[in-house]
């Protein structure tokens, strides 16, 4: 499709365990963004990726994650030594400096901790 | 920084009833506003957006929204809501083109009753 594109839509993993998000943004959007949607918190910013600039990635939580985007495109966000607290919805946007401030969000990976 | 309130967590209204979802928001400049709706098991989606100009716009789904810089408030409006309406809605505050690393508000969920 021509939409955000994310996987897994669903991941369960243990405690302790590594665990790897992929975002495929839309074909041409040169910004992709990583948010955290946690239950009653709201969307919470993680990194941002513009071109070839250095990422943004003031709003990572720990040194446990990540985030790398190859060749432009597709985007893995990395979480090391997951811990509970890190269950959450992780949501992948992409944009267009065209679309004058519009983000389109994937449908989100669910992550549970266990 | 930037920061937006949603001072309503859930709120509930009849179908056919009118709507208005309150977003209050804390930027030093004139903010570039947003309100985003997403519906369950769905990605989120622009409802409308404001950057400069008339300060009341229009967005899909029959939606409006008023910026009113007195109250630094962004409140979106419906004069009849539908049963389709029922979702999460999001206020996001932004600085600049170009970079549309958002602020997002923790979100009113709209229930709507026959």
């Known amino acids: 499709g021509a939409g955000v594109s994310q996987s897994p839509s669903n991941k369960v993993t243990e405690k302790g365990k590594d665990v790897e998000l992929r975002c495929d943004p839309i074909?041409?959007?040169?910004?992709l963004y990583w948010y955290r949607q946690s239950l009653g918190q709201g969307l919470e910013f993680l990194i941002y990726?513009?071109?070839?600039?250095?990422?943004?990635k003031s709003g990572l939580p720990s040194d446990r994650f990540s985030a790398e985007r190859t060749g432009g495109s597709v985007s893995t966000l990395t979480i090391q030594r997951t811990q509970q607290e890190d269950s959450a919805v992780y949501l992948c946007?992409?944009?267009?400096?065209?679309?004058?401030?519009?983000?389109?969000f994937g449908e989100g990976s669910r992550l549970t901790v266990l | 920084a930037q920061s937006v309130t949603q001072p309503d967590i859930h709120i509930t209204v009849s179908e056919g009833a009118s709507l208005e979802l309150r977003c209050n928001y804390s930027y030093g400049a004139t903010p570039y506003l947003f309100w985003y709706v997403q519906s369950p098991g769905q990605g989120l989606q622009l409802l409308l957006k404001?950057?400069?100009?008339?300060?009341l716009v229009q967005g899909i789904k029959g939606f409006e929204a008023e910026f009113k810089r007195s109250q630094s408030s962004f409140n979106l409006r419906k004069p009849s809501v539908h049963w389709s309406d029922a979702a999460e809605y999001f206020c996001?505050?932004?600085?600049?083109?170009?970079?549309?690393?958002?602020?997002f508000g923790t979100g009113t969920r709209l229930t709507i009753i026959p």
């Open positions: 946007a992409s944009s267009s400096s065209y679309n004058t401030g519009e983000l389109f």
């Open positions: 990726f513009q071109g070839n600039s250095a990422p943004d």
């Open positions: 074909s041409g959007h040169t910004a």
């Open positions: 996001a505050v932004g600085r600049s083109f170009g970079n549309e690393k958002l602020t």
């Open positions: 404001y950057f400069s100009g008339d300060t």
